[in-house]
């Protein structure tokens, strides 16, 4: 049994964030962009897999119940567990691997090795249940840091770009809304999305270089296809984790609007990765972490509104003058969905 102060304790999360994590593959709003695909895609399987234990008391991935059984060797609780997680925990192509086991804190503690990237997990000593990650109690965890507060230099043509994930349910949710307010400025600003990650997966690779060849190939019409992107190829491709789904859902709804689905396809074969790698790069410059994140003039506002209203006139506050466009329409204060991030 394990004593009361190893217990890993986790805080209360509501039930739909829950289920959104364990569709998705996703994570909740504090979940950071990191440097490395790899890394990302792991971490966050994890994580999502830590809260699961939690609420289960471990994976049960042995014969017998906890307890009930005689312990079995370090190395044979390590074999198991790998031949687990290889199986039922990791996507087709990665492979975890043992660097060693020991036993601590009345457990097998095994240190995992995923493209490179070191985890420790824990069995229990009869080998029934995994743990694949823990918390240290512990350990002394220092608070974030609060963002420091950004203004927008106004200037004579604002400029805007929406980041996002194309299948982060936050970023997707927040596409349409964001389109809806560059619709109608798009004649006056530069408005833009970017894609900087495709952490849930090759369908969301494809997606973002779909959506960076469009901006190419039909930035007018562009617009039209986003607005109505969550609603005709999200909703129908985001648990799916399909790239067949996504193509084809992306190919009728390109048909739906106008787009010429040939002439974005060539684009994503010839320029699509240069244009991908390009909007990374901006992103990783301004240090973006989050998914959706809004950049104005340059500047990065951390807690810009979601809404088309609210997007819209967060765009013409980036104007010395503002124009007429600006106070001609008001918009829906309505936002599709998600309100978190990834």
């Known amino acids: 049994m394990i004593d009361e102060d190893n217990k890993i304790e986790s805080e209360d999360i509501e039930e739909k964030e ?14 950071k962009v990191k440097k490395s695909d790899v890394w990302r895609s792991v971490s966050l399987l994890l994580g999502i897999l830590l809260v699961v234990s939690i609420f289960t008391n471990g994976f049960h991935f042995g014969n017998s119940p906890s307890g009930s059984a005689v312990a079995i060797s370090a190395d044979k609780a390590a074999e198991k567990a790998l031949d687990f997680i290889n199986a039922n925990l990791l ?10 086991v020991e036993e ?7 240190k995992l090795n995923i493209a490179g990237t070191p985890y420790d997990s824990y069995v229990t000593k009869d080998g029934s249940l995994l743990f694949p990650s823990v918390i240290d109690l512990n350990e002394v965890v220092e608070a974030p840091a609060a ?9 004579e043509k604002a400029s805007a770009e929406l980041y996002i994930f194309s299948y982060c349910p936050a970023g997707s949710s927040t596409l349409d809304t964001f389109a809806e307010a560059a619709q109608i400025l798009k004649d006056v600003a530069d408005v833009k999305v970017k894609f900087f990650s495709n952490m849930h997966g090759e369908y ?3 997606e973002n270089l779909i959506q960076e060849c469009i901006q190419e190939v039909d930035p007018e019409t562009y617009w039209d296809y986003a607005v109505d992107f969550y609603e005709d190829v999200y909703t129908k491709c985001a648990s799916t984790r399909d790239t067949e789904c996504d193509k084809e859902a992306a190919t009728a709804l390109m048909t739906k609007v106008g787009i010429d689905s040939d002439a974005v396809f060539a684009c994503v074969e010839e320029q699509g990765e240069d ?7 901006d992103a990783q410059a301004l240090s973006l972490q989050y998914s959706p994140s809004v950049v104005v003039n340059g500047a990065y506002l951390g807690n810009a509104p979601r809404t088309p209203e609210g997007l819209k006139a967060t765009i013409c506050s980036g104007f010395i003058d503002a124009p007429e466009v600006c106070g001609e329409t008001t918009l829906s204060e309505e936002q599709t969905a998600s309100t978190g991030s990834c």
Do not use: C, F, H, R
């Not at 829950?18 to 979940?31: A, H």
């Open 104 to 110: 601590k804190n009345g457990l097998y503690n095994i």
């Open 91 to 100: 996507q087709p192509g990665m492979e975890a691997t043992s660097d060693g």
């Open 275 to 281: 244009l991908y790698a390009a909007d990374k790069a």
């Open 18 to 31: 829950i289920e959104e994590k364990i569709v998705e593959k996703s994570q909740d709003s504090s979940i």
């Open 147 to 155: 963002a420091a507060p950004v203004s927008v230099e106004p200037a």
């Open 204 to 206: 969301e690779k494809q």
